[in-house]
């Protein structure tokens, strides 16, 4: 009876899985339990034959001086957990290196494999299994000294992190396609993973992926904050709120350039990039309406003709795919009304429709506190967690608050960027007060008094912020964490619009990216 090998252990691979175990806390789910636990058992079952045979042969073995004493087929029971513990540490390290990916975007039908798309798009995970890989070989190198051991674990670990991307694999066919899978429950069964890979890749919807693909380099582009939040969000509410959030980051925001030329912004630049009037821009606005009554016209089979046959092919998929059928209509209604307001700056004689702080509200509510709601109800309809009717609408009205405050910090941010097209969202009453007119906000956006403006507006959205903030603790447990990754985010951009000398990137506050790394993990920890 000896303790090398015990040693080896507390040396060696536990004080890295009590690391990656600390690390790794806050993002943990229980999917992510079940997929560790599934792995580990497979790993267990598949190399306890394999090295009980090469035990009997005396290819290895454990001298009795090194090793506590129980043995299982003549495997130390230190072997045993060694297998256990590797298989842990990798999983966790692979899920920690894949968090961010977005693993529906990566499936392959038969179009999207006849582009020659099938070598690059696993590779994000490829960095994982690297990292997992050499890690591991150096560590049995390193603890033990032993070559063929070191190869013989370093295989065993590629296996491992195959295993993990096979999983996810499943997943993703699972979560991407509701038309093959209608209902997939929160531990799927190994029987319905198997199913999921065996899946025909002629089967798979990708022009469902080309969309979700599309979405996500849009919400990347336009929203740090937003796409840093999106990758704490699981399953099908993540595919669904990253298919809603473009289209309110990314919609219609009409903008004149100084040729009077009108896009909208973001997702549907496509969708104006010809238009020449501000009648143009009103027909598109008015279409997107059309799209919306008819979307939620059960009478009418489907809205892809209508979609095809008036929109643009740039903006399709997110027409297309945006879940309508278990979102209510007058959020989205109101949404495309506050993309209008905006055109109201466009009017001749030099309209500035935001006249007083009522006003202001009633656009951020439209703009921002709309996509809030809508963002609360995907998450109670995919979240299995029972609330009453009651509860459930105190907690989407806070939510709707809370998209006005984060709207207030981003006019807040906006108020140069803003003025080069002619628009000011602080109210007029405010500039009044401070003896302003709007052709000064549009000349000098950075003069004294906006600023002590741009303080006001930041205090406002502060007052909602802090008023509406205990609404998340009362959301389904698996959304608390990723909404409040999200809302704190965006909240850090006021916080630093309060610190003197902030870093400014074409025109706008930005935060550091280690710094909002830092602000999700201790929203996450909270």
Request: glycine fraction near 6%.
């Amino acid at each position: 009876m000896g303790y090398d090998y015990a040693l080896v252990h507390l040396q060696y691979t536990i004080p890295p899985a009590i690391v990656l175990t600390l690390l790794y806390r806050p993002l943990c789910t229980s999917l992510d339990v079940y997929k560790i636990i599934f792995l580990g058992v497979i790993a267990v079952i598949s190399t306890t034959p394999w090295d009980s045979y090469l035990i009997h042969n005396h290819i290895w073995t454990y001298p009795s001086h090194a090793i506590l004493g129980p043995t299982l087929f003549s495997i130390p029971a230190e072997e045993i957990f060694f297998f256990v513990v590797q298989t842990y540490n990798t999983s966790v390290l692979y899920l920690l290196l894949s968090t961010p990916t977005f693993h529906p975007i990566y499936l392959c039908g038969s179009k999207r494999l006849s582009d020659g798309r099938l070598l690059w798009l696993w590779a994000p995970l490829g960095q994982g299994l690297l990292v997992g890989t050499i890690l591991a070989g150096l560590s049995m190198i390193v603890a033990k000294g032993e070559g063929l051991e070191a190869v013989f674990f370093l295989v065993t670990n590629v296996l491992i992190v195959f295993g993990l991307v096979a999983f996810d694999n499943a997943l993703a066919i699972l979560q991407a396609f509701p038309q093959l899978f209608p209902a997939v429950p929160e531990l799927p069964s190994p029987a319905l993973l198997v199913k999921a890979l065996l899946t025909p890749a002629s089967l798979y919807d990708d022009n469902r992926v080309e969309g979700l693909s599309q979405a996500l380099a849009r919400l990347k582009q336009k929203s740090r904050s937003f796409y840093l939040a999106s990758g704490v969000f699981q399953g099908r509410l993540r595919i669904d709120l990253v298919l809603l959030s473009v289209l309110w980051i990314a919609g219609p925001l009409m903008q004149a350039d100084p040729g009077c030329r009108y896009s909208f912004c973001r997702v549907a630049d496509d969708l104006v990039d010809n238009a020449t009037s501000l009648e143009e821009a009103k027909h598109w606005v008015h279409r997107l309406k059309q799209f919306l009554s008819m979307s939620y016209d059960r009478s009418q089979p489907s809205t892809k003709s209508y979609i095809t046959s008036v929109f643009p092919e740039s903006v399709r998929s997110a027409l297309i795919f945006l879940p309508t059928a278990y979102l209510s209509l007058p959020p989205l209604y109101d949404l495309v009304e506050g993309f209008a307001m905006d055109l109201d700056f466009s009017l001749p004689g030099n309209v500035f429709p935001i006249i007083d702080e009522s006003a202001l509200q009633i656009y951020a509510s439209r703009v921002a506190g709309t996509v809030a709601e809508s963002c609360l109800e995907l998450v109670y309809h995919h979240s299995t967690t029972s609330m009453p009717e009651r509860v459930r609408q105190e907690i989407i009205h806070a939510g709707g608050r809370m998209g006005i405050a984060l709207q207030y910090i981003n006019i807040a941010r906006d108020i140069a960027v803003d003025a080069r097209v002619g628009r000011i969202y602080l109210p007029t009453s405010w500039l009044d007060e401070e003896g302003l007119a709007p052709s000064d906000v549009l000349k000098y956006p950075h003069s004294a008094k906006v600023e002590a403006l741009r303080q006001r507006l930041l205090d406002a959205a502060m007052k909602i912020y802090y008023e509406a903030k205990a609404a998340i603790d009362r959301l389904p447990r698996e959304a608390r964490g990723p909404m409040r990754v999200a809302v704190e985010s965006y909240v850090e951009i006021g916080r630093v619009l309060r610190t003197p000398g902030y870093k400014v990137k074409a025109g706008r506050a930005t935060v550091p990216k280690v710094r909002r790394v830092m602000v999700a993990w201790k929203a996450l920890l909270e």
